[in-house]
């Protein structure tokens, strides 16, 4: 699954300040959860392809408010949607359908602010601290997004060769 990166991240003062390892985590985070911004937590899974083995516990608590623990334990990115959608969702279009579906099935909305947060409610903060800034690192205003697409190698022909 392609996803957009905020290629200005580097410079960004919150991802700065992150561990190495935080760094990758945190990179693990955004490529692996689901299309509404939830990762069902696998700590042996992050540790068996990013080789680190530090545990996860650690870097949550250095993510602070940019993720929340849900209710079943899984690791929510609040703002994840709004990045990846590029604002509000909608009913009427069919990739945003299958988000609110995740989205219902987890007793999670979007609401006005674009962030995802439960029902009726706030989410468990777990060892999340704080949740006034969420909006940390993410484009503000007429900020553009930058998206790196991958180079197209080899040829598309034949019997599903090349693709």
């Known amino acids: 699954m392609k996803r957009f990166t905020d290629s200005e991240k580097w410079s960004d003062k919150f991802f ?60 929510l990115l609040p703002k994840f949607v709004l990045f990846q959608q590029g604002g509000m969702l909608q009913e009427a279009k069919a990739p945003h359908r299958q988000i609110i579906r995740l989205l219902e099935k987890n007793g999670l909305e979007q609401r006005e602010s674009g962030e995802i947060r439960k029902v009726n409610g706030t989410l ?13 690192g993410l484009p503000k205003g007429n900020e553009s997004l930058s998206v790196t697409l991958p180079k197209v190698t080899g040829s598309s022909k034949g019997k599903g060769k090349g693709k």
Do not use: Q, Y
């Open 16 to 75: 700065r300040t992150l561990t190495p390892t935080g760094k990758i985590f945190w990179m693990w985070l955004c490529d692996n959860c689901d299309n509404a911004g939830i990762w069902e937590r696998d700590d042996d899974l992050f540790k068996f392809f990013s080789g680190i083995h530090v545990e996860v516990d650690a870097h949550i608590e250095e993510l602070g408010d940019r993720i929340e623990i849900v209710d079943g334990g899984e690791i």
């Open 124 to 136: 468990t903060e777990g060892l999340a601290k704080g949740n006034d800034n969420l909006t940390k």
